[in-house]
């Protein structure tokens, strides 16, 4: 049970998260207003991330993504189209 902050916009399926809203590896870790990313996996994890809590943690530091630092949204990569 994984949960991330993204600071870029994301798009899978028929879903689009803006920067700063956050994704979920199951529904029963979700939040209100969290997207459930069922897929989430460390192989699938999206560019521009910021884990959550300790699975989240573990599963960013398994994937390509790891030690590669993310800013604040910038707005540049938060377009919402």
Avoid: C, E, Y
């Avoid at 069922?38 to 699975?55: E, N, Q």
């Amino acid at each position: 049970m994984a949960r991330f902050r993204l600071v870029q916009a994301f798009h899978f399926g028929d879903k689009r998260v803006k920067a700063g809203g956050v994704i979920v590896d199951t529904l029963a870790n979700a939040q209100a207003g969290d997207v459930v990313f069922a897929a989430m996996s460390a192989a699938t994890l999206p560019p521009g991330v910021v884990a959550l809590d300790a699975s989240a943690t573990t599963m960013l530091n398994a994937s390509r993504w790891a030690g590669v630092g993310f800013g604040a949204p910038s707005g540049r990569d938060s377009i919402d189209a």
